[in-house]
């Protein structure tokens, strides 16, 4: 069989049939021919067993023994039983059948896989007095049988395990790439002639490796099958060792060429620790340990050194199938063209994903795209050409707002108007100092006027506040048209940027209910965060703005540690606490709404989430359950809560006594708690201060722009 013409068969993922049928002419394939998700072709068994052993694309490779009548079930056992299956089956030999497809009276492919076993069996049987065992975890011989109508294909599955299976993955990440998927990834990226001119390959959401390392032996010349232990060949009768040793032979000594004459860089970066140690420890099975190198590192950090050769990024990030929906990854993705735009300019890329919705929030438009297919998921291989780092502009959403000249149609328009510029002069310096995007520019300075005006880069969210009972209602009302009137034409913003909401006592959980449907978030900075707000559908925006020293302070202190944030709302101090590089962090909330927010703001910063644990749970009762120990705590509970998914009212001074142990109970020891609410009657119980070392800390909290009102909240700084 050695010179002997085979007729073969190649499957692969669909959307990679070109390039493999590419790969096996190389290999020295004839009569090759593309079909749906397969290749045909023919060649002898040296052919054959180089094509299990080199092809990085192919999952089996399928020796066919025949094409054979399947009308029928009776004529299609005859025509099985036609085979001689002596040939391929010694005694003793253990058998699995792969039976796919229908034919006219079998349309289950279980059945259809026992029938063909029976008409094998059958056969051996009658002729020599034995039958093989059947094995469905590790057959001697594995039989694919392909039925399409009144046909059938019957073949040896020359490669036993799917080929994707290179032998070095054994464990994965989350929504794991198949190896030969990965390595297709790479060739429709360009990596190959890449990699022949130096240049460097960048992972930079690298999960177990498996882009990097499909990129190694690429460009080391290895053999993708070098480490498989088992082949379908193994044991069939039709097995010729000797050939099958030289072409092994000839891969050991092109992988040994190869690894010393590679030129290229690899690099992977990872955030989360278990992950990375996973990925090396696959590199250390590949033997690739020297030449590829992986970080821990999340996206937020990404930087690339200016020295490094540019080459390609390729990334396969999250997509909404796997992990996460599109609505919370569109920030992820926006953060990935952000960054690869800064830290590669003039470099190619190549972004894998099924959503092109995701893939237009990288901000950067595709020269070419592939369609492929992630198992029975259609996705698309985006490749880039990025473009070079560009000067920003500054503009007027950023720093200091500029003082507009207005005249106000009223008396008392203009009395407010001269206030808002007023506090617009006296701010200014430390707005552009602090680089704020987000402050209080007036608190009901002047009571005939009681709102409360926000500014978030070029929008304003105005808040009024219920009048006293001794106001008059027409006069309140004639006020707040005045200070409406003034605002726009003071700050230079158009009337649809000014947002105006009333507050009033809230009672329940009426602050968190939405009053409009627009969906629309805003992106602010603060310090080194980014921050999503929507200003139009709840009473607050996601941003407690006088909580900004205290998520600041968090930022400074949580380097290293393991974090904890509950009653976490939107997730902001969690942000604060990743971005200042917090070895992990939880946040617990009992509003799925204000997690899957929390959920985009880390992956607006590039903190890919499987560090960063959001937990949805009432927090009393979580506290409860939770065994883990946190090194800083932060909670800001709200004062009084009704919600039926509580076991009961939450009222923070009835209940801060057991809430405060209760966290305390999960602080590391020479750790912090930091508490804090907005109940302006709230008692400390002073059973506390005799248990823990207690410090209130509320005025080194409240930033320049709520002076005016001090007791806008009240925090503790708590710890053994």
């Not at 059948?97 to 026992?114: A, V």
């Not at 992977?268 to 696959?282: M, Q």
């Not at 590192?297 to 020295?307: G, I, R």
């Not at 707040?480 to 909401?501: N, R, T």
Request: charged share 25%; glycine share 8%.
């Amino acid at each position: 069989m050695s010179t002997t013409m085979l007729t073969l068969f190649a499957s692969c993922p669909k959307g990679v049939e070109s390039l493999l049928a590419v790969e096996l002419k190389e290999l020295g394939a004839s009569d090759v021919a593309e079909t749906v998700a397969g290749v045909s072709f023919s060649g002898n068994l040296e052919l054959a067993y180089r094509s299990c052993l080199w092809s990085r694309l192919a999952s089996r490779i399928l020796l066919r023994l025949a094409e054979v009548d399947a009308t029928d079930k009776t004529t299609f056992y005859h025509e099985l039983q036609s085979i001689d299956w002596d040939e391929h089956l010694d005694q003793g030999s253990s058998i699995r059948i792969d039976f796919n497809g229908e034919t006219p009276d079998i349309t289950h492919t279980r059945f259809g896989s026992q029938y063909v076993k029976d008409a094998i069996v059958d056969q051996l049987r009658d002729r020599h007095g034995w039958r093989p065992s059947v094995s469905n975890s590790q057959p001697d011989v594995r039989i694919n049988v392909h039925a399409r109508n009144k046909r059938a294909f019957v073949a040896i599955d020359l490669a036993g395990q799917s080929l994707h299976e290179r032998g070095y993955r054994l464990e994965a990440g989350e929504a794991p790439l198949k190896e030969n998927l990965a390595a297709a990834l790479l060739h429709r990226a360009g990596w190959p002639e890449v990699a022949k001119q130096g240049g460097t390959l960048l992972d930079p959401l690298c999960g177990s490796g498996t882009l990097l390392i499909e990129a190694a032996m690429m460009a080391a010349d290895i053999a993708p099958g070098l480490l498989r232990v088992r082949y379908g060949f193994d044991k069939w009768m039709g097995h010729v060792p000797k050939i099958w040793l030289a072409v092994l032979e000839e891969a050991r000594e092109r992988r040994t060429a190869g690894l010393s004459a590679i030129k290229s860089t690899i690099i992977g970066y990872e955030g989360l620790a278990k992950i990375v140690g996973r990925a090396r420890a696959n590199l250390q099975r590949a033997g690739l340990s020297k030449l590829i190198t992986i970080q821990q590192q999340e996206l937020a950090n990404l930087k690339v050194d200016a020295d490094i050769e540019p080459g390609l990024v390729i990334a396969n990030p999250p997509y909404g199938e796997r992990m996460g929906d599109e609505t919370s990854l569109v920030y992820l993705y926006k953060h990935l063209g952000e960054k690869l735009k800064q830290e590669t300019p003039g470099w190619q890329a190549g972004i894998f994903t099924s959503s092109p919705a995701l893939a237009r929030s990288l901000g950067m438009g595709p020269k070419k795209s592939y369609t492929l297919f992630n198992g029975t998921l259609s996705c698309k291989l985006f490749l880039y050409d990025i473009r070079e780092r560009q000067e920003h502009q500054p503009d007027k959403t950023e720093g200091v707002w500029p003082v507009v000249e207005f005249k106000a149609s009223t008396p008392g328009g203009e009395m407010f108007a001269n206030r808002l510029k007023k506090n617009l002069r006296l701010m200014a310096k430390w707005v552009k100092k602090e680089g704020i995007d987000c402050y209080r520019l007036y608190d009901a300075d002047m009571p005939e006027y009681a709102v409360a005006v926000d500014i978030y880069k070029d929008w304003v969210h105005v808040q009024e506040y219920a009048a006293p009972k001794t106001i008059d209602e027409d006069k309140a009302h004639q006020r707040l048209l005045e200070a409406l009137e003034v605002i726009p034409g003071v700050l230079g913003i158009p009337e649809s940027h000014v947002v105006f909401k009333r507050r009033e006592r809230q009672s329940g959980k009426r602050q968190y209910e939405k009053l409009e449907q627009s969906g629309d978030m805003l992106e602010v900075r603060e310090g080194q965060c980014r921050l999503l707000v929507n200003l139009k559908d709840y009473l607050d925006t996601g941003l407690f703005l006088d909580h900004r020293k205290m998520r600041l302070r968090i930022g400074r202190e949580a380097e290293g540690k393991d974090f904890l944030n509950l009653f976490c709302y939107t997730g902001t101090a969690t942000i604060h606490a990743a971005v200042g590089g917090a070895g992990s962090t939880t946040s617990v909330d009992l509003s799925n709404t204000y997690l899957g927010w929390a959920r985009k703001n880390q992956l607006l910063n590039g903190l890919v989430d499987r560090k960063h644990r959001l937990e949805q749970a009432d927090c009393v009762e979580w506290l409860k359950q939770e065994k883990r120990q946190y090194d800083l705590i932060f909670m800001d509970p709200p004062t009084f809560s009704n919600s039926k998914r509580m076991r009961d009212v939450f009222d923070i001074q009835e209940v801060h006594v057991e809430l405060i142990n209760l966290a305390m109970a999960r602080l590391k020891k020479g750790g912090v708690l930091y508490f804090s609410n907005n109940f302006r009657r709230f008692q400390f119980a002073e059973a506390l201060n005799q248990q823990f070392k207690v410090e209130e800390i509320t005025g080194s909290t409240i930033d320049r722009d709520f002076q005016r009102r001090p007791g806008i909240h009240r925090s503790w700084r708590i710890q053994y």
